[in-house]
């Protein structure tokens, strides 16, 4: 096992984690290298698995996978296939060992749970237990943990996003960004394996694909475009599979056997499925009705065919990919395989004939989004490689208009972060409510997209059908979180509503399963909430003083006086510290952050003239320097934050 | 509310899309030299390049980003990029439809598409995608024409009813870059 030597010194390290299907992997930079650390199993990859025993405890890993056959009903296997559903998506559930509990209320509606008997627990508290175990592994191995890049399918839509977010919270983790599967593999091969040009990514997991076509240059990756089906993946090869052995056990399809059989029966079909990588044909005893034993034979070409219906879907994907980014297949530079289902032959072929060359697998495809999250952590934390990524959106952003169609705001794969605006009109005399209904998704009718919010602009002036003006602004940030406005322009009446998709389980909800999972209740959320608001307090004083000195000739009469004013009154909340003190701090980091609000937009103009005049080298690199001279300070002082609060780890 | 509007906020160099990459307004952009200028921007002014910075900075980083997004994306697209530069000179669209010839057109092409991928036609398919091409190759050099030469000084009293002509250009590449989405489309769910 690799330890760093203890220093007491070390600054905290943030951490990349692949959540996955089937396994997980946390990873992290050590001398300019990404490296897999070592899990609770002693290995890289830890599966996805979490028991929960009947006494209370929870077993992640390998430990939980020796009870997928002994315990089904409390063992949960393929977690992120739930992640973010409703339990109607999945009320026609597959060949699975998981009993799903059925809602009681409409709220319970909205989250799909899994009932373990004698409770219940929902997908992001499963996943919580997952990151958990990769938080202690990271925390023992580095000391000093800092924040954390989370991998999701670029294909994930808001829902499961903001379910992954929730995980991360629940397990105690600062998201520093959910980064798309595909575009930290890219970012792996672009920083590790030094390549350079056009690249389709192929990330076939274990229950999600995703296609992403992207540029690799010097300093700057950029995603042109990115597809894929966030419901497809290995565990569909493994249930055809099954399906066969079910057969030849004497159960007919559609037939519905008890949990440990089904159990059974995947198990072996991962067998069969891993042992074809190696060999042409396998062959397995199973058991059959009446206790005799039958032989289960397999082949690669068998395996072909059990596997084309998925592996059609996944080239239809690509297909529209390079079309987005306006590609052929002979213009790239290279396809490069991700997700452990490439390891497969019939894989390999299809994505072969589907891209007319050899797929590049350099870096382990297990370990290749890993290696990218924690490069992406290095970097976004100041520690690593100063790279650029642009992203885009999966998923278009619309508007339900009239007779239930959507226009579409934000279409699929610009670049983010991204705005756009569209003007709608009001349908029937003297209307003075408009309700906006946000979707997400391709689909031409609105409902069948995914809606991710619903709001109505009220006080709109009494006017004929088709006056009023309705002019909807939509916003998505850095990490992809969407904020609509919308304003009536003649009388300039305006709401803001930040898009947070709800799936079912509320922030309070979310709160109450915090402080639960704490050993000191909302004692230690408040100690740790206010050790947050010390950091940022020093980070904000530092970045303002460095700005005062750079660029005070930028600062309005009055105005100076108030940004000295705001910086007097935060050092002296510092000063004071004690255990209220989140509170007061916060509020004074608000207070500055509103005096130097118009400033700083003018400091961002110097900054971009600059570019458009051609010093952008000197000028913007000595702002990023002061970034990152200010996050030296953080970690000093988050050392002596873990350092004195973290005696239970 | 006592919080600035976002433009009075970050006003800097101001206008459209073409003065705020600084761009020389034309139909015929050099697209390389357009991505060129967005990556400089982007690597200078994405609000990744600000992540130890106050909210503050961070929030004006963000609206820069997001309009130097916009504006490439709408001088990256021939359709978004015509209209901006006809708004520009101030040619405004004519009321009324489109020429009766060209809806028949639009028609037939239509109605072409639904019965090849009905009889999963892929070589008509082809054919439909590469006539559409042709056209929107076409429109596109009638408005380098058109558009570059009244940007370069030429008046719209000087042509042969330039207006119409150019919103009749701009109709036609509209068309084309909707209808060869849709053909692609189907041409993917044959293969």
Known sequence: MLLDIFDPKAPPRAIGIDLGTTNSIVAVVRD??????????????????????????????????????????????????????????????????????????????????????????????????????????????????????????????????QATRDAARLAGLEVLRLLNEPTAAALAYGLEAQKSGTFAVYDLGGGTFDITVLDLMEGVFQVRSTGGDSQLGGDDFDRAIAARVLQLQGFAAGQSPPAEVISLALDTARQVKHGLTEQESVQVLVPVRGGAEATFTLDRRALRELCQPWLDRTGKACRRALRDAGVEPSGLDGVVLVGGSTRMPAVRDFVRETFGREPLSDIDPDLVVAYGA???AAALSGQGDDVLLLDVLPLSLGVETMGGGVDKILPRNTTIPAGARSTFTTYADNQTGFEIHVVQGERELAQDCRSLARFTLRGIPPLPAGLARLEVHFSVDENNLLEVRARETTTGIEQRVEVRPSYGLSDDMIEDMLIAALEYGEDDLERRRTADATVEARRVLLATKKALAADADLLEPGEADRVQGAVLALEQALEQGGSASGALLNHRVEALDHATREWAGRRMNRAFSAVLAGQDVTTVAKSVAAARGVEAHVEEHEQGRQGRGRGSE | MDT????????????????????????????????????????????????????????????????????????????????????????????????????????????????????????????????????????????????????????????????????????????????????????????
């Not at chain 2, 028949?104 to 091409?133: F, K, P, W």
């Open chain 1, 374 to 376: 924690a490069l992406s």
């Open chain 2, 4 to 191: 600035p509007s976002p433009s009075a906020e970050v006003r800097g160099p101001s206008g459209d899309a073409f003065d705020l990459l600084a761009i020389p307004p034309a139909f015929g952009l050099d697209l390389a030299e357009l991505s060129e200028r967005h990556r400089a921007l982007s690597l200078s002014l994405h609000p990744d390049r600000f992540a130890g910075q106050s909210a503050a900075v961070r929030r004006a980083a963000l609206q820069k980003a997001v309009a130097v997004n916009e504006a490439h994306r709408t001088l990256r697209d021939p359709v978004s990029r015509a209209e901006l530069l006809a708004a520009r000179l101030g040619l405004a669209a004519p009321a009324g439809p489109e020429s009766l010839e060209f809806l028949e057109h639009v028609m037939e092409l239509r109605e072409a598409l639904a019965e090849a991928s009905q009889a999963r036609d892929e070589a008509r398919l082809v054919g439909l995608i590469q006539g559409t091409e042709a056209e929107r190759d076409r429109a596109s050099a009638a408005l380098v024409v058109l558009l570059d030469g009244l940007v370069s000084g030429g008046h719209p009293e000087a042509m042969n009813s330039p207006t119409s002509a150019v919103f009749e250009q701009i109709a036609r590449l509209r068309y084309a870059a909707r209808f060869l989405e849709a053909a692609r489309a189907e041409l993917d769910d044959l293969s």
């Open chain 1, 32 to 161: 300019e290298r990404p490296v897999a650390l070592t899990t609770c199993d002693g290995e890289a990859l830890l599966p996805s698995i979490v028991h929960y025993g009947a006494s209370g405890s929870v077993l992640v890993g390998r430990a939980a996978r020796a009870y997928l056959e002994r315990d089904p009903g409390r063992t949960i296997a393929s977690v992120k296939r739930y992640m973010g559903h409703a339990h109607a998506d999945h009320s026609a559930q597959q060949l699975t060992n998981i009993v799903l509990a059925v809602p009681s209320t409409e709220a319970e509606e909205k989250t799909v749970r899994f009932d373990l008997g004698d409770r219940t627990v929902s997908p992001v508290e499963v996943s919580a237990e997952i990151l958990r175990s990769l938080r202690q592994s990271a925390v023992d191995q580095l000391t000093h943990v800092g924040g954390v890049v989370i991998t999701v399918p670029a294909y994930f839509d808001d829902a499961q996003r």
